[in-house]
């Protein structure tokens, strides 16, 4: 196969053969028609960036190792240099192999003994998964092909047990773990699996695949909005913690929520989906609602945090993906109907803001009355981990707690329910539906979106302009997120005939 590279339809990558895995639709697209493909998002890319920071520092674990050609793709001429440079028996990065149609570049291609290799496969995660063990036997099958003598397999993750002291200390970061065995074992699965992606990539058109849950496991699909976008609004996919019946439904030619059957078998709270679409009523339990307002003592102070958490542990004391809260907004309001008064925090310089972070809201939050949240699981998550690092403001945080109330409770119990919010309880949901009022105005919507900006703006190169111009749409998405908890409480005090 001199000339080809990496796209030509006979060169299954690494790459394509996971989208073999997932979707055959995917993998073909991938093939014939790349442009028809999405391109990442800002958070998918920088999930990749931040694979190849780890992939990167895990190179530190092989010293005298040599990267093989960087930044080329063209599979001959790396194919070419990975054989030079493997009679130099270093160990090399980014070696490529072409077997029987397949071409894969391995992580690190480490030297045992006087004629044998380990290959590594870097993940940037705290644990293993299936998919995992499937690219590396495909790598596997790539390298015995090629004629290079395997000795073990191994994938290298994150030691979510590390905590950060100093600079980082590389071998306690990762773990690594001998999946020869489990690398075995999925030989003739990985030989299947390939003949089964050639097959499709031979195919004249595209195949067609019934939707289904691969659509959003392990992420979402980047077909999943083109697959999906003849669906109907308020079809059967968004059916409350229902997906797979959904996909019966679907497949039994029921598209639409209303559609579905008195004898449907639906869930207490799917049938009451279907009640309000058909209605257009929201469904309402006002003594319920009563209930839970009732818990509301003033002054109600309103919070939301934003955090980021990255692989490498970017301060002391910090563990893999260890949350870091850099921004919070607080609205407080003293009774029912006053002006709000707001305060609001967003961390500035390159240090640990946990610190000034805790010290801003111990000052902004009043010292009694109720504390509102939404999912305040995380919120209080993010106080409990705080206070390990702090342990000054424990006892705070201890008597905090007990003062929170999760705004998300009426929405996940269906005491209220509008059609609208199309089977999710979310705040993103929930605020337009109740209110008619949401996000779309905003340059950031949404908490991944927050913490890259405030990633990108705080560590990397960027003018004084274009910082300020991001710092400036934080602060308005956290803070319509705690002013549109008091407008969905309003909400739901206008359902119960309160207001």
């Not at 000052?363 to 998550?381: H, K, Q, R, T």
């Not at 990108?456 to 602060?475: A, I, K, M, N």
């Amino acid at each position: 196969m001199s000339g080809a590279n990496q796209h030509d339809l006979q060169v299954l990558s690494k790459s394509a053969f996971v989208a073999a895995l997932r979707c055959p639709k995917l993998v073909w697209k991938f093939f014939h028609a790349p442009e028809g493909l999405p391109k990442p998002d800002q958070v998918t890319q920088a999930r990749f960036e931040g694979g190849h920071e780890l992939g990167r520092l895990a190179r530190a674990l092989f010293a005298d190792g040599i990267e093989v050609m960087p930044q080329c793709c063209a599979v001959d001429l790396v194919q070419e240099a990975t054989q030079r440079l493997l009679q130099l028996r270093r160990p090399l990065f980014e070696a490529g192999f072409l077997y029987e149609g397949t071409f894969a570049r391995v992580d690190i291609l480490h030297p045992v003994g006087s004629d044998a290799w380990d290959v590594y496969e870097v993940k940037g995660c705290a644990s293993l998964e299936e998919s995992h063990i499937a690219e590396l036997a495909f790598e596997a099958r790539a390298l015995a092909g090629a004629g290079v003598r395997l000795h073990r397999c191994w994938l290298v993750y994150l030691n979510d047990e590390y905590v950060r002291s100093g600079p980082i200390d590389v071998p306690r970061l990762f773990v690594k773990a001998d999946c020869t065995q489990r690398v075995s074992m999925h030989a003739q699965r990985v030989e299947q699996w390939t003949d089964d992606a050639h097959s499709v990539i031979k195919r004249p058109a595209c195949p067609e695949v019934v939707m289904g849950v691969q659509c959003d496991q392990p992420n979402v699909c980047p077909l999943r909005g083109k697959c999906w976008n003849c669906l109907p609004n308020y079809n059967v996919t968004e059916l409350y913690r229902g997906k797979r019946k959904g996909f019966r439904l679907l497949q039994s030619g029921v598209e639409r929520i209303y559609e579905i059957p008195e004898n449907g078998s639906l869930t207490a709270r799917q049938a009451i989906q279907r009640k309000t679409i058909r209605t257009g009523i929201p469904h309402v339990e006002p003594e319920t609602i009563k209930a839970f307002l009732r818990q509301l003592a003033p002054p109600i102070a309103f919070v939301d945090f934003e955090t980021f958490s990255t692989g490498v542990p970017r301060f002391d004391g910090l563990k893999p993906y260890q949350r870091v809260p850099f921004q919070f907004s607080l609205h407080t309001l003293s009774e029912s109907g006053a002006t709000p008064e707001h305060c609001e925090f967003l961390a500035e310089g390159t240090l640990d803001p946990r610190r000034e972070f805790m010290e801003k809201l111990q000052d902004a939050i009043p010292e009694a009355g109720s504390i509102v949240a939404y999912n305040a699981v995380f919120e209080l998550g993010v106080l409990t981990e705080c206070a390990e690092a702090l342990p000054q403001y424990e006892n705070w945080v201890r008597n905090l707690k007990r003062r929170f109330i999760d705004l998300l409770q009426p929405f996940r119990s269906f005491a209220y329910y509008h059609h609208a919010q199309r089977g999710s309880a979310s705040m993103k949901s929930v605020l337009p539906a109740i209110t008619g009022r949401g996000y779309e105005d905003l340059a950031i919507r949404d908490g991944e979106t927050a913490s890259i900006e405030f990633l990108r703006v705080t560590f990397g190169q960027v003018t004084p302009e274009e910082r300020q111009r991001v710092r400036s749409h934080l602060l308005r998405y956290c803070g319509l997120d705690t002013l549109g908890m008091i407008q969905i409480v309003e909400g739901l005090r206008k359902a119960i005939g309160e207001n």
